[in-house]
């Protein structure tokens, strides 16, 4: 168990570039998650993956983000156009993903701090 | 809405003291609880849960939590903080549901004083 892997850390972008992050996820884990997380908050969920299936997502996620998850393994997530409110860390989750969602906790990531400029 | 609440962003204690970091959800039907502690530039550490079963929990490195139906309380303790107990801490509740997600409080921070 190597736990939930991110990358990069750390991004600095320009206003209106495209950036992209990558989450490999606990092997055999079959639930993916993001979140977002600014400066003096917990958490927000964005959207979450059952396999490579996108389940659901929230009202956070404008049409600029968009997530993916091809081969039920790695995932993506790309911001299109950055703005400087998309500042934050992301953070990515995965979980095994039984039957009872409840008692499955979440393996966080270290997460990827995106700084738009 | 359902919402988690941490009374207090930050609270400080000495080595040594009780810590008690305060959580109270909004629910109608008993949720799952949870809590997390964040270590600066690092993702969320799972602590302790609660999903059925006895409301005392305990977790990690000595934290324990108990779940108060009643009073729609999760508050975290500690007997005696250490030093390396300084970090951000998080309730987390996970409704079913329409809403079907883990949700956060907003975090305490705790500092630990020699």
């Known amino acids: 168990d190597t736990g939930v892997s991110q990358d990069p850390r750390h991004k600095i972008t320009k206003r209106g570039q495209n950036v992209t992050f990558r989450c490999d996820p606990i092997s055999e884990h079959n639930r993916l998650y993001w979140y977002r997380q600014t400066l003096g908050q917990g958490p927000e969920f964005l959207t979450y993956f059952q396999n490579e299936a996108q389940l659901e997502k929230s009202r956070l996620l404008s049409d600029r983000f968009s997530a993916e998850r091809p081969k039920g393994s790695f995932s993506t997530l790309e911001i299109q156009r950055t703005e400087q409110g998309d500042s934050a860390m992301y953070l990515c989750a995965s979980s095994p993903g039984t039957d009872r969602h409840y008692n499955s906790p979440l393996h966080f990531g270290n997460g990827t701090r995106l700084t738009v400029t | 809405a359902q919402s988690v609440t941490q009374l207090g962003s930050h609270v400080s204690v000495s080595e040594g003291a009780l810590v008690l970091l305060r959580c109270n959800y909004s629910s109608s039907v008993p949720p799952y609880l949870f809590w997390y502690v964040q270590y600066p530039n690092q993702g969320l550490q799972l602590l302790l849960k609660?999903?059925?079963?006895?409301?005392l929990v305990k977790g990690i490195n000595g934290f324990e939590a108990e779940f108060k139906k009643s009073e729609t309380s999760f508050h975290l303790t500690k007997p005696s903080a250490h030093m390396s107990d300084a970090a951000e801490y998080f309730c987390?509740?996970?409704?079913?549901?329409?809403?079907?997600?883990?949700?956060f409080g907003t975090g305490t921070l705790l500092a630990v004083q020699p």
């Open positions: 987390a509740v996970f409704y079913g549901g329409a809403t079907n997600k883990l949700i």
């Open positions: 609660y999903t059925t079963g006895a409301t």
